[in-house]
């Protein structure tokens, strides 16, 4: 999910983050580096551009005016305030980004979220049908992209509202973001941009300082550490590989126009080469003569709002809990819900991976240790389950047939992250197992250079295959649907029923531009 714990006064010991060296800090949006703890609250404003069409020109005339009000921030610093800006594909068409421009994109992005095959690869629609891991009726938003080929039919399963950007507003306070945001919506009403869907985030902080999301449980312990030649830094000094053997990642799987896992550059779009081009900030791409680089810097965003249905996930394991005290006192007197909670999720509250007979200790730095590898801790998953929601979104090791492949699996999983930098919305349950009507989740976001072999592929081959590792017939236990989850314990294997305990309620691929490439939008 979102960052890092983060720490209150008294502050929790924790290591520096990482930073990205002049010139990419004041290139790159901040969001890229930073998830804004020090910015406890804020808004989620979901844009609709309300002009008929696409327009020939002053399409990027609003984010002027959006500069004036909430400029967005760069990553080469702290900031008292913060934003950031993505844009849907059918933002860019409607702003009138030249059709050879928009062509330029990754395919996903094209063809948006809500495209019907992709819906199914995602685990959300099948044979026309929403799935219970949608929210009832349907999601409420999403980008609404055209069609790629009109002739062909409706391949995007529309939504009630339509999306065309998103701002995100990170504040010190609720009466500044709340402020804050009916600015914006008054500055940008004149140019027939509205606000149609807006989510309060917020980290609210527990007692120990710890950011957790609404089942309870520490947010975002395990995130990828990028390097590249000297451009990283940590503490002053540059990020090496050596240095991150099990979390390290190319910067170029995070940001467009570097080195990526595969060796190869890590594409974005294009532009014609333009002096209003150049004046924006745009690079030379130096693999398209006569072109411009607008990806350089930016990132693809996924985002997905996700429902989180807290008194029915604690109310299924205290049944669950109850059930297997019952049928076995002799060896099930410790099966609490809390036990079962924490092996659906793989870590205990505090975000401690599971171990046999345990949890793993705390860093140097007092914070959950993540640098660690399944197949010689835990091969087998009797204290990790092989499907619990962690070990399957970042499976490291643990696929390895034998313990000559580890090198190989661990390589190939790192292929496959996503920089995560979601926070939660919605009040707090006041009691985690009585239902209420309040609407509480997750606005999940991922940063990622290529959708299909990051994102997807983590959705669909590791979340939602039901042969995942060595199991049979089960998803995600959080994420995935209705059904079953194996928990091995000697002398024991036990099976408990879980339900869908998430529910997706919109979303769609963003392009996350770098500020030259916002120069340029605001200069269409």
Known sequence: MGERP?????????????????????????????????????????????????????????????????????????????????????????????????????????????????????????????????????????????????????????????????????????????????????????????????????????????????????????????????????????????????????????????????HEVALGPIVPDSPAGREAGLAPQPQAEGFLDLGLDGSY??????????????????????????????????????????RVVGRDRDGNLLCPGGVLPADADGQPDNDFGYFDRDQHGFGCPVGSHVRRGNPRDGLAPTAADKPTLLAASKNHRILRRGRKYGPTIARRDEKDDADRGLLFIALNTDVTRQFEFVQQTWMLNRNFATLYDEADPLLGPAGTMTIREQPLRRIIDVDSFVEMAGGEYFFLPSMPAINYLAAL
Not at 181 to 194: D, M, T, Y
Not at 311 to 335: I, K, N
């Open 6 to 262: 983060v720490s209150a006064v008294p502050p929790r010991k924790g290591s520096p983050g990482w930073k990205l060296r002049a010139p990419h800090d004041k290139l790159a949006q901040g969001l890229v580096v930073s998830g804004f703890s020090s910015l406890p609250t804020g808004r989620a404003l979901f844009l609709e551009f309300g002009w008929d069409g696409v327009l020939a020109s002053g399409g990027g005339a609003w984010l002027k005016t959006l500069a004036a009000v909430a400029p967005v921030t760069d990553a080469d610093g702290r900031d008292p305030r913060a934003v950031a800006f993505g844009v849907t594909f059918s933002g860019l068409q409607k702003m009138g980004l030249p059709a050879e421009a928009l062509a330029s994109f990754d395919r996903p992005f094209q063809e948006g979220m809500f495209q019907e095959d992709r819906l199914r690869r995602l685990g959300d629609r099948r044979e026309a049908e929403w799935l219970k891991t949608v929210i009832p009726g349907g999601p409420r938003w999403s980008g609404n992209t055209p069609p790629a080929d009109p002739e062909l039919g409706e391949a995007q399963v529309p939504t009630p509202v339509t999306v065309h950007a998103l701002l995100l507003l990170y504040a010190p306070d609720e009466p500044t973001a709340e402020s804050w945001c009916e600015q914006v919506g008054a500055a940008l009403e004149p140019h027939k941009v509205k606000i149609v869907h807006r989510l309060h985030l917020d980290l609210r902080l527990d007692e120990r300082g710890i950011a957790r999301e609404h089942f309870g449980f520490a947010d975002g312990i395990s995130q990828p550490v990028p390097y590249e030649d000297g451009a990283v830094v940590r503490g002053g000094a540059p990020i090496e590989p050596e240095s991150e053997p099990w979390n390290g990642v190319p910067l170029g799987e995070v940001l467009m126009g570097h080195m990526n896992g595969h």
């Open 301 to 342: 965003m996924v985002v997905r709002e996700l429902k989180q249905k807290v008194a029915e996930f604690w109310q299924t394991l205290e049944r669950a809990a109850e059930h297997m005290r019952a049928a076995d006192p002799e060896h099930s007197g410790h099966v609490t819900a809390d036990w079962l909670a924490e």
